[in-house]
């Protein structure tokens, strides 16, 4: 995707807009669902956000509980990467700034790198530990050296959301460790996996790294599809007990290219078969527009589900046992 590209889907005010396809949580109805070919097998009352959009048109393909308020977890981190990206293309820094690993954002809580205060890396390595790793102390280290602060620069963070749309998000902290009052949806993170697409094709790589040497360790990526999705072009997990399993990923296959949002699985083995389920759907031409992204979106950010109160989300599958291709292609 171009910049113009950016520009046509993207580039005006995103409208609230109120219609019979979208109920008050911003979910499309269970019949376009159905009409997209994709069906998951959950209780409605249950049912976990989900979202598969045409990256060229915009276009929803399929939409379950799309705008329901969700703690992001690491995909928090794809927006600090973003900004940090944004710095190096005004040209406030560059991939070889230094990235001083302060004792604020040592003591951050795993997953993290784990090095002490004062150590030093460049802008471009801690963008790639920060991605791989998900590492919450070279998260917050590349927050204060864009921002000045992390605090500035979460209020940065929801400056750039507001521009680019993502009317039901709130950023508190860069790294995406839980708080009650960070929260998201499967739309805003579409939106954002888009503005990557867009504003840093040059740097996906960053989204899409299987691993990264370390002073010699290896620090390995946990999330399967980047090893074994075909067409695969970036992505970024997260996990928090309150969230469940969370993905944001974008794939390009045959001149077609898909973003894909899945919130809220009860596990990374499901996590990870959900979303090729969906991005194979998407891929293969098997789904029918049933809305559009820039329509479909939340008033304001408000308090999201809260996993914790049912075992992380795994007291009863959040997402269940099967997505099912309607037409049996694959």
Known sequence: MTNADHTGLLGHPLVAQENGSVNRQ???SPSLLLAAGLV?????????????????????LVAQEATRSWHPASLTKMMTAHLALMAVRSGKLTLDSSVVMSARAAAQAPSKLGVPPGTSLRLEDALRVMMVKSANDVAVAVAETVGGSEASFAAAMNAEAARLGMSGTRFVNGSGLHDDRQVTNARDMAVLMLVILSY????????RMSAIAVNGRTLKNTNKLIENYTGLEATKTGYVCASGFNVAVSAVRGGRRVVGVVLGAPNAATRTRITKDLLD???????????????????????AADLRRVKCGRQEPV???AVAVGDGKR
């Open 281 to 303: 759907a998407g891929l293969a031409g098997n789904t029918t527009p049933v809305g559009d992204i820039l329509t479909l979106r939340a008033s304001a950010p408000s308090p």
């Open 26 to 28: 911003g979910m499309k």
């Open 40 to 60: 998951a097998m959950t209780a409605s009352a249950n049912a976990s956000p989900l979202l598969l959009v045409d990256a060229s048109s915009g276009d929803v």
């Open 319 to 321: 997402v269940a046992g």
């Open 200 to 207: 840093h094709a040059d740097h996906t790589d960053l989204f």
